[in-house]
Every structure is written in structure tokens, then in C-alpha cells.
């Protein structure tokens, strides 16, 4: 039975978390999932003008490399850009960066060496902005004594089914929730071998006794191990309505905020179905198709 849906955050922090949600379908958390890894827009390089490479690398290796280096850009700006993507405008709403580095010795460009430049466009105007890397310590390319590049790069909106480059979280991913029945628990020695068997140490067994662990049930991997150690004793299930979920992002924004966009992008599709639904009734009904 589909219950209301319910989330209880089980672990939260800046670029992970871990939740429980209940009273939803399989295909609800899957539409979540996907959401997160292919719908969620970030912004990511999309153009380099390459003005001078004497480094190893070809121009195009040198501009893919760079357009996999996560960005993160702070809360208030990215809805500005949100917004930008939805409305059908991405093109005007580009962030601009350069790099410039010349080697006298040998040395390694990072990301680090890329410096944001302002935005061009519809958000020009915007203050106090400043998008970097997640991180300074991406490397880009090595030069040796002489060598140079010197480049400018463009980013733009877009989501993960066009690009991996603008997927916002490595890992989004769910489990069914545990469910550890124990037929008998005063089973005495026997059932030392089910609590022996678990790999996730769920179960144990004392002074004739199997239980489960207090706090451990969310472990469960549901191997089945322990019920084929015991098969009259121990049976494992899950519920089908209530899931485990990981998410862990890439720093571009909190992780938290990756799930709030991922519902929003959600609930603005269902709108669009409903009012589709709605607008083909409407026309059908006003529009009645006659008889053969």
C-alpha cells in the first residue's frame, strides 16, 4: 500500500547525503534518480578560443579537458542562471574566463590557473560574482621550458543527458529498504551461524538469542546470506514503497540544493503533462469526433 510520500534525512553534508524516502513507487525514486544525474542544468565550459598553444596537446584535447573541471558557482547566481536555462536563453547567459601561462621551467597548468572574467550578456551587470573550480589541483596539461598557452573559455547551462560535463552529482543511487523477519529467535546454538554469516554484521546472536542490531537494519545489503545459513529461521524482504537513497555531489553546488532542483524539475514536468492532459480533453470535447 502507497503511503503519502515522506523523507527522513538519515545524513547530510556539503557534498553528500543520505535519505530515506517512503510512500512513492519504484518508478518515482527511479524518476528522482535520473533527474539527478541527466536533468539537473549546471554550468560547464562549452566554447575555447584557443590563442596560443605550443604545449603537447592538440587545441580540441586542451578544451575537452577543461570542459570536465566541475564549477562551482554560489546559490543566488545560479538561480539567475536557472532561470536564463529554463526561459530558452542559456546562449545569453555566458560566464567568461581566460588563461595565460607561459613556462620558463618545467611546470603543470591546474585549474587554478583559470580566472573568471565576468559574464556576458543578460547577467554583466551582476556584482560580487565569483565562479572558480571545486578545486585548484585539477591538472590541465604540462609544459616544459618555453612552451605557452594562452586561451579564453566560455560556460554555459546545460544538463547531463547532453553532456557528462554538466552532470552535478558522481553518484545518485537508491536501494530498496530492509526488511529482516526472524521466524525464531530463541534458537539457540544454531543460530550462531546466521549471525556469523551476515557480512554487514546486522544480526547477532546472544546467549541462545538472534536479533537485530539496534541502528543496523539500513545495512542490509539483502544478500541472503544469513537465510542461506538458516532458511527456517531468518528470511529477508524489502518494502517495495520505501527506498535508501546516496547522493554525492561534485561540489558545484551543496548536494542539498541538487536535490531540491531535481524535484522542482519534476514537479514543472508534471505540470506540463497535466496541462497537456487537460488542453487534449478540452479540444476533444469541444471538438467531437463524428460518427462513421
Not at 541527466?38 to 578544451?63: G, Y
Amino acid at each position: 500500500m502507497i503511503r503519502n510520500p515522506t523523507v527522513t534525512v538519515k545524513k547530510i553534508e556539503a557534498n553528500e547525503c543520505q535519505f530515506k524516502l517512503e510512500g512513492v513507487t519504484p518508478a518515482a525514486a527511479n524518476a528522482l534518480r535520473r533527474t539527478l544525474l541527466s536533468d539537473v542544468p549546471t554550468l560547464a565550459i562549452d566554447e575555447v578560443v584557443v590563442v596560443e598553444n605550443t604545449s603537447v596537446l592538440f587545441d580540441e584535447i586542451l578544451a575537452h579537458r577543461l570542459a570536465l573541471i566541475p564549477l562551482k558557482v554560489d546559490e543566488e547566481t545560479y538561480e539567475f542562471l536557472l532561470d536564463c536555462f529554463e526561459e530558452g536563453k542559456r546562449d545569453d547567459c555566458i560566464a567568461s574566463f581566460a588563461l595565460e601561462v607561459e613556462a620558463d621551467k618545467p611546470v603543470t597548468v591546474y585549474s587554478g590557473h583559470l580566472k573568471f572574467t565576468g559574464f556576458t550578456g543578460e547577467l554583466g551587470g551582476l556584482a560580487r560574482v565569483e565562479i572558480k573550480p571545486t578545486s585548484d589541483l585539477v591538472p590541465v596539461v604540462k609544459l616544459a621550458a618555453g612552451q605557452k598557452v594562452v586561451l579564453e573559455a566560455y560556460a554555459k547551462m546545460g544538463t547531463g543527458k547532453e553532456h557528462a560535463k554538466w552532470q552535478p552529482v558522481s553518484v545518485a543511487a537508491y536501494k530498496y529498504y530492509p526488511k529482516v523477519v526472524i521466524r525464531n529467535e530463541n534458537c539457540g546454538n544454531e543460530c550462531r551461524k546466521c549471525a556469523e554469516a551476515c557480512p554487514k554484521g546486522v544480526l547477532a546472536w546472544s546467549e541462545g538469542k538472534l536479533k537485530v542490531v539496534e541502528g543496523k537494519l539500513e545495512d542490509c545489503t539483502m544478500c541472503r546470506a544469513c537465510e542461506e545459513a538458516c532458511p527456517d529461521i531468518v528470511k529477508i524482504s524489502w518494502d517495495s514503497s520505501s527506498f535508501i537513497f546516496t547522493v554525492e555531489g561534485l561540489g558545484i553546488l551543496l548536494v542539498n540544493k541538487i536535490v531540491e532542483i531535481a524535484l522542482r524539475r519534476i514537479l514543472k514536468r508534471l505540470d506540463r503533462f497535466i496541462e497537456a492532459v487537460e488542453n487534449c480533453l478540452s479540444t476533444a470535447i469541444s471538438e467531437p469526433v463524428p460518427p462513421e
